[in-house]
């Protein structure tokens, strides 16, 4: 699977790749602001919690989609 993620990332020009970058960024943030007050809180209801699990489960799914556009990034300088 990363395998053919990274080629399809070595298909992607450098501004196609940061575009993607930053919507995965955007998200992220997005991310954080609904994480937040259930990080802080004393206590967290069953709903969420499970909310909290879900904000983090996608959080790192994003990071590592993140990891192979980086990956994808360096294959396309190293192809130029």
Same mark, same amino acid.
């Given at each position: 699977?990363?395998?053919?993620?990274?080629?399809?990332?070595?298909?992607?020009?450098?501004? $196609?790749?940061?575009?993607?970058? !930053?919507? &995965?960024?955007?998200?992220?943030?997005?991310?954080? #602001? %609904?994480?937040?007050? +259930?990080?802080?809180?004393?206590?967290?209801?069953? $709903?969420?919690?499970?909310?909290? !699990?879900? &904000?983090?489960?996608?959080?790192?799914?994003?990071? #590592? %989609?993140?990891t192979? +556009?980086?990956?994808?990034?360096?294959e396309?300088?190293?192809?130029?």
């Amino acid at each position: 699977m990363l395998v053919f993620t990274i080629l399809k990332f070595q298909e992607m020009t450098y501004e $196609e790749i940061m575009k993607k970058r !930053e919507a &995965l960024e955007k998200r992220r943030r997005e991310i954080d #602001e %609904e994480m937040w007050p +259930l990080y802080e809180a004393d206590y967290l209801s069953l $709903e969420e919690k499970e909310r909290f !699990e879900k &904000l983090s489960r996608e959080y790192g799914i994003l990071n #590592e %989609e993140d990891t192979r +556009l980086v990956k994808g990034l360096i294959e396309t300088f190293k192809k130029n």
